[in-house]
C-alpha cells in the first residue's frame, strides 16, 4: 500500500468547495483543515504510485478548481493499531 500526505492550499472563498471534491475521489481516505502554511492535509492510501501521482495531476489539481499549490509526503514505513492494508484496500 502507498500512502501519501497531501498538503494543499486553496483560494479561501473555495475551500468549502474544495474539500468537497477531494472527499469524494477514490483512494482519499481523510481531508483535514489545518492551520499554518497549508489549508487542507489529505491521507491517500492506494495500491500504487501511479495511482498517487494519477490523483495528485489529474483528479485534485487539474479536476477540482481553487487548487493553489500542493505538497506531497509519501510514506516509507508506517505503525498503526489496526491491519491498514485490511481496512483501506479490501
Known amino acids: 500500500m502507498v ?3 497531501i498538503l494543499v492550499n486553496v483560494e479561501r472563498a473555495k475551500i468549502a468547495d474544495v474539500i ?3 472527499i469524494k ?3 482519499v481516505s481523510e481531508v483535514y483543515t489545518v492551520a499554518g502554511e497549508y489549508d487542507i492535509a489529505v491521507i ?3 495500491r500504487t504510485n501511479a495511482e498517487l501521482s494519477d490523483i495528485i495531476a489529474c483528479k ?3 479536476d477540482i478548481d481553487g487548487i493553489v499549490h500542493t505538497k ?3 510514506s516509507l514505513s508506517s505503525l498503526a493499531k489496526v491491519d491498514l492494508e485490511k ?3 479490501s
Open 25 to 27: 475521489i477514490d483512494g
Open 72 to 74: 506531497t509526503l509519501i
Open 44 to 46: 491517500v492510501r492506494v
Open 60 to 62: 485534485m489539481t487539474h
Open 20 to 22: 468537497e471534491g477531494i
Open 87 to 89: 481496512v483501506f484496500l
Open 3 to 5: 500512502t501519501g500526505i
